[in-house]
């Protein structure tokens, strides 16, 4: 239907498509729906899509301590090692320690005392563990014992050293080759194994060398 | 052993001697070690030692003990070397060696003669330098004086590491015990069919 202006007039709008207002309706819920999908669920797609940044652990506060000794104590306030470090970094809590070129002292229950030296250590307090790597040298001077190994790993809740990889040393009676070694932290007893054979020599024990590293 | 002055004369005699020893022994220990052989330090090898300053025991992979002068080498499923850390001398530090399971000796006489033993003990005693062997003994003894090596098979069979020549160096035990050797052909005795 075509409505035509009444003579005198102003001339009156364009006729408009009935369905415009529909339309127009239509468009602009859809730019908000658009838009709404853009902010909310298509953000995940395009955090795939992005380089992620790389997880880094908290770091504990920051705190590296150069040349440092540090004491840890357990619950009831005796010591369970002394670090003698070139640095050390701690976490948060300064309950992990990641401690670079050093030695530790490991006081034991029984008043024993295992002295390592090492390239590096990673010292967790809550579980009572030292795992040391790089070189690592061990020694009693109560046992009159001592060995080296590639890593050492002492597990005071469990009362355990544990020596992996071109282990070799001696105690009061005997010196030895091994690829791995159990003990205690007395060093009394050790267990020597090897995938191929462990030889030692008893009776020429080889004098407690000094960590002269 | 004795090179045999009897009647084994022309040429070479396979001797066979059962002997019904009855726990006596062919002869008896030697008065006084003339040599002196101790062993002062042993080299060891096997697949797991457990180790403290009174002793090692060593297992798997058939762990084997040797003297740093080669003259005692054993091989057996399992040795346990005993140690005296409050030893006055050298000899007695190693204050005994005990070797079990499938055992195998080599060793050398002061005179250099080679030995084997295969038993299914061995205990060496580090304070009189004897070996003790038990359970089907097999000594096999090499002499100058023998055509072949000479073999002993018994019960249990001591052996004497520090044995002067003219003293007992084995003390052979068994029910019977069997002893083999050939002596060797003499020159003067040459007409025999040399054996």
């Known amino acids: 239907m075509h409505r035509e202006a009444a003579p005198g007039k102003p001339p009156q709008r364009p006729p408009v498509c009935p369905l415009m207002p529909v339309l127009r309706r239509a468009v602009t819920l859809l730019c908000a729906v658009v838009l709404v999908a853009a902010s909310g669920g298509c953000g995940k797609r395009r955090a795939v899509q992005e380089p992620s940044p790389p997880a880094k652990e908290r770091p504990a506060l920051g705190v590296t301590i150069k040349r440092s000794e540090t004491v840890q104590e357990d619950e009831r306030g005796r010591p369970m090692w002394r670090i003698l470090a070139e640095q050390t970094e701690l976490d948060q809590a300064a309950a992990r320690a990641t401690v670079r070129k050093g030695e530790v002292e490991v006081f034991g229950e029984k008043g024993r005392r295992l002295m390592l030296s090492f390239g590096g250590l990673a010292a967790n307090a809550e579980a009572r563990r030292l795992h040391a790597w790089g070189g690592v040298t061990a020694k009693s001077d109560e046992a009159g014992a001592w060995f080296r190994a590639d890593t050492v790993t002492v597990d005071l809740k469990t009362d355990r050293v544990v020596a992996a990889g071109n282990v070799q040393g001696s105690n009061p009676v005997g010196s030895f080759q091994a690829d791995r070694l159990e003990t205690d932290m007395n060093l009394d007893r050790i267990r020597l194994t090897g995938s191929e054979r462990v030889t030692a020599v008893i009776g020429l024990p080889q004098k407690l060398q000094e960590n002269k590293r | ?195």
């Open chain 2, 1 to 195: 052993m004795r090179r045999a002055k009897c009647a084994w004369s022309a040429g070479s005699i396979l001797v066979l001697v059962c002997v019904c020893a009855l726990a006596a022994g062919t002869v008896a220990a030697p008065d006084s070690g003339k040599t002196s052989r101790t062993v002062g330090t042993v080299r060891v090898t096997a697949k797991t030692m457990d180790i403290s300053d009174r002793q090692w025991v060593l297992s798997g992979g058939r762990p084997t003990a040797q003297t740093s002068d080669g003259a005692l080498f054993v091989e057996a499923d399992r040795i346990v070397v005993y140690l005296d850390r409050q030893a006055k001398d050298r000899a007695g530090f190693v204050s005994k060696v005990s070797a079990t399971g499938n055992v195998n000796v080599r060793s050398t006489t002061p005179d250099g003669q080679p030995v084997r033993v295969t038993a299914r003990t061995a205990t060496y005693n580090g304070q009189d330098s004897t070996v003790t062997f038990e359970g089907d003994v097999v000594v096999t003894l090499a002499s100058p004086d023998l055509e072949e090596p000479g073999v002993m098979r018994a019960g249990r069979v001591t052996y004497y590491m520090n044995a002067g020549p003219d003293d007992t160096r084995f003390r052979v035990e068994g029910n019977p015990a069997e002893v083999r050797a050939t002596p060797r052909a003499r020159p003067a005795e040459g007409k025999g069919q040399g054996k």
